[in-house]
């Protein structure tokens, strides 16, 4: 073999390699770019409209009686309020948050739990007990629905679903970095902080990282119920790569968000 051809042989097989590990990293290779380009008031405004697409399909497509979960939902869902299928039940507009707690609540400034009528701030356990008070005389009677365009909203519903979940299990992991980091800060020398942070980084990654493994697997398994839901009654299969594509694209920038926030 002529060396030139061995050259190239090396050369392609090198190629072939960094685009394997440029594939496989791309996520993250694309958090750390967004962290390095964009402020996180840019990334928060990127992350709002990271579901643009799939939105933008669910208002083209009213038999799917499906919409993005809200702030003050994933909020109720994230401190343990509300289960996932009574979240699905808010995001496929079966109940409102109204009618599940006999009242209107929404996020304040300080993203605290708060009744709209009356401004007054409450807690996880108050919520529950007004859950509670609601009764179950709060779901809607359910409308007729095509038994196959109901499964597909349950799918897309899914997605929310574990999108919440996820959030708020990165939340609990951040929130425990950086009560372990503030709880040391005031001792440490300069140095020491950054060895410490370092430390705390290193040992969480790995959760973070079986944590992301899980949700894509459930990911794709929902994506793959749903594409052949979408097949079977011949609606158009481009909502999976939508959903795959923005919950890609929010992962980087979720990545993107606690890299700047450390």
Not at 27 to 37: F, Q, R, S
Not at 139 to 164: F, G
Request: aromatic share 8%; net charge negative; charged share 30%.
């Amino acid at each position: 073999m002529k060396k030139t051809h061995k050259i190239l042989i090396i050369f392609l097989v090198i190629t072939a390699i960094v685009a394997g590990v440029i594939w496989w990293q791309f996520g993250n290779i694309k958090a750390v770019y967004y962290w390095w380009k964009y402020s996180g008031a840019d990334i928060d405004d990127m992350l709002s409209s990271a579901h643009s697409g799939v939105e933008d399909y669910l208002k083209d497509n009213p038999q799917y009686s499906v919409r993005p979960s809200k702030p003050v939902e994933e909020e109720l869902h994230k401190d343990g309020v509300i289960n996932d299928e009574e979240l699905t039940k808010l995001i496929t507009e079966e109940t409102s948050v109204k009618e599940m707690f006999g009242t209107d609540i929404e996020l304040n400034d300080d993203k605290k739990l708060t009744i709209t009528e009356t401004g007054e701030q409450i807690d996880s356990e108050t919520a529950i007990k007004l859950k509670e008070n609601a009764g179950e005389s709060s779901e809607k009677p359910k409308e007729t629905v095509n038994s196959n365009d109901a499964e597909i909203s349950a799918c897309v519903a899914q997605m929310y679903v574990l999108k919440s979940s996820f959030v708020a299990q990165l939340e609990a992991l951040y929130d425990q970095a950086f009560g372990e980091y503030k709880a040391v800060y005031h001792q440490l020398t300069e140095e020491e902080r950054a060895v410490k942070k370092k430390s705390i980084i290193s040992s969480l990654y790995p959760k973070a990282a079986a944590l992301e493994k899980q949700c894509d697997a459930q990911v794709n398994e929902v994506l793959s119920k749903l594409e052949a839901l979408l097949k079977a009654s011949g609606g158009d299969v481009s909502l999976v790569g939508r959903i795959r594509d923005s919950y890609n694209s929010e992962k980087s920038l979720k990545k993107a968000y606690y890299l700047n926030q450390i």
